[in-house]
């Protein structure tokens, strides 16, 4: 426990913001989940209804993301890596079998 006024004020404020960037990390992490679900769902039986799902779980994703950036709960290389490996990942699924 901290002497100081300052010092206690200050773990007081560090504690709120870690349970604030806690909840917005769980989220993006519970974005990408439902994503990489909605992906498998389609790579096993691909329809146009399908896909718009996995469209709008991205965009979620992307802006859950890009929120969590601008907070700064994630790194904004973080951020970027993270939404390119999920692009990354649709642009596997939706590539023809060649």
């Known amino acids: 426990m901290a002497n100081i006024k300052s010092a206690a ?29 909605a992906i498998s769902q389609y790579s096993t039986d691909p329809t146009p209804e399908k ?12 802006s859950k993301i890009d929120k969590a950036v601008k907070r700064g ?6 951020g970027a890596r993270r939404k ?4 990354r990942i649709l642009n596997k699924t ?4 060649a």
């Open 9 to 37: 004020k200050r773990a007081q404020i560090a504690e709120r913001n870690r349970l604030r960037n806690k909840a917005y990390r769980s989220a993006v992490r519970t974005l990408i989940k439902n994503y990489l679900n």
């Open 94 to 97: 939706l590539q023809p079998a």
């Open 51 to 62: 896909l718009a799902e996995v469209h709008h779980r991205l965009n979620l994703a992307f």
């Open 73 to 78: 709960v994630l790194h904004r290389n973080t």
């Open 84 to 87: 390119a490996r999920l692009t």
